[in-house]
Nanobody
Framework: QVMLVESGGGLVQAGDSLRLSCVVSGRTFSRRAMSWFRQTPGKEREFVAFINWSGAGTFYADSVKGRFTISRDNAKNTVYLQMNSLKPEDTAVYYC??????????????????WGQGTQVTVSS
């Protein structure tokens, strides 16, 4: 069983920065693509950012491009989401997700196999 644990959420003001972390259990982290999604009440979970297993490939939702950066440290089994220039519309519960080893996954939630419990990010105006 793969466990994902997010941390780093909180309450910030517009324009501030936060860094989210997600620690993944097990020995196969370096073979898994990772992503971040977010969700607000009454809305579907939406894609935020993706990183492949090596860290060489990333892509982002248009809404966060240029402000958010996804990265990973395979030695620490951890994926990060650096969020800069935060806006009130970034307020959501943020989830990290992991694929099966060496499996391609995209922005669709159904393609991701393992999820964390989420961490709340609130941006005040």
């Amino acid at each position: 069983q793969v466990m994902l644990v997010e941390s780093g959420g909180g309450l910030v003001q517009a324009g501030d920065s936060l860094r989210l972390s997600c620690v993944v259990s097990g020995r196969t982290f370096s073979r898994r693509a990772m992503s971040w999604f977010r969700q607000t009440p009454g809305k579907e979970r939406e894609f935020v950012a993706f990183i492949n297993w090596s860290g060489a490939g990333t892509f982002y939702a248009d809404s966060v491009k240029g402000r958010f950066t996804i990265s990973r440290d395979n030695a620490k089994n951890t994926v990060y989401l650096q969020m800069n220039s935060l806006k009130p519309e970034d307020t959501a519960v943020y989830y990290c997700a992991a694929s099966e080893p060496f499996t391609i996954a995209t922005y669709r939630t159904e393609e991701w196999n393992y999820w964390g419990q989420g961490t709340q990010v609130t941006v005040s105006s």
